[in-house]
């Protein structure tokens, strides 16, 4: 069946609905390292401390915005007709999608160097349900196997790190996480660049 306006509609609702909870996740992000209202000449603007952590979200949120557009798009639209059970692939992408995105907004609430481990958590919960979620699709055909393996690395030193790191306020998990995730982003796009540009 050629792809009609319902078919084309359904999977644009999916793609803004994330769209839009990234984006505030993104504008709570930057709230939440910058002051909103320094008036004052003494009063802070930027909030340092926060910067490695805000590094480090930007750092996944970006890849991952991208990738789930990419896989919206390869799936569902650069396709000459619907694809068989479109409708049950598409509401489960959806739902993960939203779930992911929801905790990129936990994430941003969590910049504080006193708040690490809820970061960390959060980033460690977003690996599971990413590494699920990329198993059924690689059932599907997407191209996702480096996803998985970074996820699986990523996962890994956050654990690493919440268990042996006992210190409840500090700067270093921050540096950590965001040096970890410029590793795996950086190797996920040199791995997957035809996924994310195409050929």
Request: glycine content about 4%.
């Amino acid at each position: 069946m050629p792809l009609g306006a319902d078919y084309q509609d359904a999977v644009s609702f999916f793609q803004r609905a994330f769209t839009v909870v990234l984006a505030l996740a993104l504008s709570e992000a930057f709230k939440q390292a910058i002051a909103d209202k320094a008036t004052k000449p003494d009063e802070q603007i930027v909030y340092w401390e926060r910067l490695p952590t805000l590094l480090g979200f930007l750092l996944l949120i970006f890849p991952f915005f991208h990738g789930m557009s990419r896989h919206i798009f390869r799936a569902y639209l650069d396709v000459k007709s619907v694809p068989a059970f479109y409708s049950s692939f598409l509401m489960i992408d959806g739902v993960v999608f939203m779930l992911e995105s929801a905790i990129f907004f936990v994430m941003s609430r969590a910049l504080s160097p006193g708040q690490w481990k809820s970061f960390y958590w959060c980033v460690l919960a977003l690996m599971v349900i990413d590494t699920l979620w990329a198993i059924s699709a690689y059932f599907r055909g997407a191209p996702v196997v480096p996803w998985i393996e970074l996820n699986l690395v990523l996962a890994s030193i956050c654990l690493l790190v919440l268990f042996f790191f006992r210190v409840s306020k500090s700067i270093v998990p921050p540096i950590i996480i965001a040096v970890t995730i410029l590793g795996t982003t950086t190797v996920s796009y040199i791995q997957m660049w035809e996924f994310y540009f195409g050929k």
